[in-house]
């Protein structure tokens, strides 16, 4: 026994390795993820509520039904709960087994009279987890249920942004409709001016012609305007979980957001977005199983004993039978198995490499991501002061170039010149706007908004 003691000892010195909670490898490298953009350790907006980032209330609505009803987000909850139960049987190998065995039979030898014997015991099993084998199970379950828990989170962050961005996307369509429909009324008169000029021998019916051409144009226009709305809108209902139907919405115009984007440390990007979290999680998960791996090449204990009732004591038949009690004891170690236990941690190994490589990438494209978003949205409100400007000379000169031509000053080519260009100016000033809102809403789930706060953080070590 004390041999037993002995060799247990030893081995458990040389194998402590296989205790070793999770920790971030100190060649993660966190520093200049976001390139060389301005970063703050206070509020960030990847902490802000989502409902405090979309105040629409028709938005907030559309939010709130696809929480509900998309099927993405419910199969991932159902993930959540497979991951919970797989915990929950890790947790549950510490405690001994225990199977009820009966058994029976009649026997008869040289045509002698038939005996009966039976049985009727319990067997108990208890796997004693000297090198961790179930604890490293365990805290891999562990793991794994975080995962699942930040990849329902990764869904609903994805839900929110894709909902916010199609109904952006609508208000723009909407917007650019109501400029195409105005302009068509206004290039309509212009048709009707253009002919009494021509009849009153003012222009000619090459300027009447391609004054009709290009109020047929905006015309159609707005047919193809009108089908990308019917799309957009059937977009947003697969993702509710309904069928197609208009949505009732507001204006582009009367969208409000928030006007300084602060964007965070990056250790703060690391407490927020779920795809980061994930990935950590599988690099945890990876170091579990290399560490369950390595507790393979140690000895195994286990306990088992029976009770029970049997009159089948041997040579003699008893009846009513006697208890019956037995106890037993186990250590292997394995031996011929030992190349392919050594194979194995090889292999858990690579695959550990290989999810520290993917933890890194997956930093790399955070980092991309959450600079890209903001260079867009500061380049779309750097824009907008301008192209308001030039809306407002274009307006100007429209009107201008109008009384011109009843003066006989001018030529219908020049009016027809000024009115396409502050069309193209208008459409391109709400494209800009849905483009900084979008960069806005892309920011935002790029720093990991959307998270719901409620949801307890699940720690990789075993507490």
Not at 105 to 119: E, I, L, M, P, Q
Not at 131 to 156: C, D, H, I, P, W
């Amino acid at each position: 026994m004390k041999k037993l003691i002995i060799i247990l000892a030893a081995a458990a010195m040389t194998g402590c390795g296989i205790y070793k909670p999770y920790t971030r490898p100190e060649e993660v490298k966190t520093d200049g993820l976001y390139g060389d953009i301005e970063t703050a350790d206070t509020m960030t907006l990847g902490n802000i509520r989502w409902q405090e980032m979309f105040t629409d209330p028709y938005l907030q609505n559309l939010i709130e039904v696809a929480l509900e009803n998309n099927t993405d987000l419910q199969s991932a909850h159902w993930r959540v709960m497979e991951a919970e139960a797989t915990l929950k049987s890790a947790r549950l190998a510490y405690l001994p087994s225990f199977n009820f065995a009966p058994n029976g039979g009649v026997s008869s030898f040289d045509n002698s009279k038939a005996t009966w014997t039976y049985s009727v015991p319990v067997n108990a099993s208890w796997e004693i987890d000297i090198f961790g084998r179930m604890t490293n199970n365990k805290r891999r379950a562990k793991a794994l249920y975080a995962q699942s828990q930040e990849y329902q989170q990764a869904v609903q962050t994805q839900v929110i942004a894709s909902v916010a961005n199609l109904y952006y996307t609508l208000l723009m369509l909407d917007a650019q409709y109501n400029i195409s429909l105005e302009t068509a009324e206004k290039w309509e008169e212009s048709v009707t001016t253009m002919r009494a000029m021509m009849d009153a021998g003012m222009t000619n019916a090459a300027g009447v012609a391609q004054t009709e051409a290009n109020y047929y144009s905006i015309e159609a226009s707005l047919y193809d305007l009108r089908y990308q709305i019917r799309e957009i809108e059937n977009t947003l209902a697969a993702l509710l979980g309904e069928t197609p139907r208009s949505y009732e919405r507001g204006r582009l115009e009367d969208q409000v957001l928030p006007e300084e984007l602060i964007v965070g440390v990056p250790l703060q990007l690391l407490s927020n977005r779920p795809d980061v979290k994930s990935a950590e999680y599988t690099l945890a998960q990876a170091h579990y199983a290399t560490a369950g791996a390595r507790s393979a090449l140690y000895p195994s204990l286990s306990l088992s004993g029976l009770v029970g009732w049997t009159n089948n004591g041997g040579a003699v038949i008893v009846n009513p039978g006697k208890l019956l009690l037995q106890a037993a004891a186990s250590l292997t170690q394995p031996i011929f198995n030992a190349g392919m236990n050594r194979a194995q941690l090889k292999i858990a190994k690579a695959q550990q490499e290989e999810a520290l490589l993917s933890f890194q990438q997956t930093l790399l494209n955070a980092g991309g991501e959450v600079n890209n978003a903001l260079a867009k949205a500061q380049s779309a409100r750097a824009k907008a002061d301008y192209q308001a400007k030039q809306v407002a000379s274009l307006e100007t000169a429209v009107e201008s170039t109008q009384l011109l031509m009843r003066h006989g000053s001018t030529t219908y080519l020049e009016v027809l010149t000024a009115q396409q260009s502050l069309l193209s100016a208008q459409l391109t000033q709400v494209s800009n706007r849905f483009d900084e809102i979008q960069a806005i809403v892309d920011l935002y789930h790029a720093l990991g908004g959307g998270r719901d706060m409620e949801t307890p953080e699940v720690e990789t070590e075993a507490k």
